[in-house]
């Protein structure tokens, strides 16, 4: 009958074996190196063959014979290195890039650049009064300031509601809204009114012969007026219109003259007659009152001497 051996037992064997195997490794193995034969030092040559594709290799050939290694290196000649043909790159299509601006504020003591534009504010259009509604059409010989008395306003006040760029142009036929339901009729002329010359006063004497005259007067009351001038020698007589002096203007009852325009000294005469829009006399004229005024004499040249002794007028 066999026993069978417990697993430890044979565990505890092979333990035995690998630890004699392990002490007796070294000693077998240095046996083996003293029994074996020294080989002695070989001389190798090295050439080296160049190939036709300009690549170098290396020949060793084991020369048992030669006492000595002689290492030969041949030199190939270097490689003809041709530049690289460059190849123009393809031509990019332009493209718009947006680039973003920059401002720079620079302020230098004591240096004052441009002034800053400032932008007015735009200027309204000018629209006609929708409160006046009734339309009026300019007259010969009519202004702005007589249509405005007409209607009971004012000169500005009209041109701004007719949008009126120049107060004083306006043109016959022109059509203008004015204020109120009808066009007022002209009153007609009270040529009741008595006459009275206020300046100069009846019978005036001592009026020189340069500056300005003032006529001025009190009667009816008329849409516009003529002053009449008489001369001193005029012939009352014959009443030759290319002797005396006329004068129209518009609504006032005074008119300023240049005395130098009525050069004559002596006693002139002067009246008014009241005129209707169509420069029609309305009434009666005034009466002739007078005045007595000095002889203009226009500045005589006087003679002046330079240094050449010639004479000349200044």
Request: with cysteine.
């Amino acid at each position: 009958m066999i026993k069978r051996l417990p697993g430890w037992y044979w565990t505890l064997v092979l333990c035995l074996f690998c630890l004699g195997l392990g002490l007796l490794a070294p000693r077998m193995l240095q046996q083996v190196a003293q029994n074996t034969p020294q080989v002695g030092p070989t001389n190798i040559a090295v050439t080296l063959t160049p190939l036709p594709s300009a690549t170098p290799m290396m020949v060793a050939q084991a020369n048992t014979d030669a006492p000595e290694v002689t290492a030969t290196v041949t030199l190939l000649p270097p490689p003809t290195l041709e530049p690289p043909t460059p190849t123009p790159p393809p031509s990019a299509t332009p493209t718009a890039t947006s680039t973003q601006g920059i401002t720079v504020n620079v302020t230098l003591e004591g240096i004052q650049g441009l002034p800053t534009a400032t932008l007015l504010p735009e200027e309204e259009a000018c629209e006609p009064r929708e409160d006046w509604s009734l339309e009026y059409q300019v007259q010969d010989n009519e202004t702005v300031t007589s249509i405005a008395n007409k209607f009971g306003t004012n000169s500005w006040t009209l041109a701004d509601a007719n949008c009126l760029e120049d107060a004083n142009t306006i043109r016959s036929g022109q059509i203008l809204l004015v204020p109120g339901d009808n066009v007022p009729v002209e009153p007609a002329i009270d040529c009741s009114v008595p006459y009275e010359a206020l300046q100069p006063i009846e019978n005036a004497w001592g009026i020189p012969d340069t500056g300005t005259i003032v006529f001025n007067w009190r009667g009816p009351r008329a849409p516009r007026y003529l002053l009449r001038l008489y001369p001193p020698d005029y012939d009352f007589s014959t009443d030759n219109p290319d002797n005396y002096i006329d004068i129209t203007f518009d609504r006032r009852q005074n008119e300023t003259l240049d005395l130098t325009d009525i050069a004559d000294g002596g006693i002139w005469h002067w009246e008014v007659r009241p005129l209707d829009e169509n420069f029609v006399q309305a009434c009666p004229g005034s009466q002739r009152w007078s005045f007595t005024k000095e002889q203009y004499i226009a500045p005589t040249a006087t003679p002046t001497f330079d240094m050449t002794g010639s004479v000349g007028t200044g």
